[in-house]
């Protein structure tokens, strides 16, 4: 259980911070980068939330939790060491990837083909879940770019990427089923 006691530590303020093992890195690492920015996706999904209710709202919750698993998992270096941490790592398996992409299913089976690229926008859930999918998709490209000098979880890049499909099916289904999409018209402005 997580227990915070007191908000501030004094222990970053010369620009370094503490990792899921108790390693120091400076807080400007790719890994802390990495793990920063689903921290600042897992922000932009709560006010995604805000448009959202029912069933969508249930999976919304569903993820942001996921979201928390993901940055403990991107915090935690040196997989190797799993075996010997007094505590078990929190890691992102197959599993969380799998219902990502069930749910996929399940919201793009109701849903007319795409005809033309989507602008993002149209009602306020879909625009606020297309940023979501942008911001996921930047996480995804550090997580992949941390993968290159240290290792990451495949399973953790892996649900990043099935993620921002997520957010785009989901983002059609809350502009009515797909039909308030904003099309993309080549050239219109020329």
Not at 7 to 16: F, H, L, V
Request: aromatic content about 6%; hydrophobic content about 40%; proline content about 4%.
């Amino acid at each position: 259980m997580v227990v915070l006691n007191k908000i501030y530590t004094r222990t970053g303020d010369k620009g370094d911070t503490a990792l899921g093992d108790g390693s120091r890195v400076a807080k400007h690492s790719a890994r802390v980068t990495a793990y920063g920015t689903v921290d600042e996706l897992n922000a932009t999904l709560g006010l995604a939330r805000l448009h959202a209710a029912g069933d969508l709202d249930t999976a919304l919750s569903r993820i942001q939790n996921d979201l928390f698993d993901l940055g403990a998992d991107l915090c935690r270096p040196n997989m190797a060491d799993d075996a010997e941490a007094e505590y078990p790592p929190l890691r992102i398996i197959a599993a969380q990837t799998e219902r990502l992409e069930a749910e996929i299913d399940a919201m793009n089976a109701d849903l007319e083909p795409l005809r033309s690229f989507i602008l993002p926008g149209g009602s306020p859930l879909a625009a606020h879940l297309h940023l979501c999918r942008t911001v996921s998709r930047r996480a995804e490209r550090l997580a992949v770019e941390l993968s290159t000098i240290e290792e990451v979880n495949s399973d953790a890049v892996t649900y990043l990427n099935r993620l921002s499909d997520w957010f785009f099916v989901a983002a059609r289904v809350a502009n009515n089923g797909g039909k308030d999409d904003v099309l993309w018209v080549p050239g219109a402005n020329r």
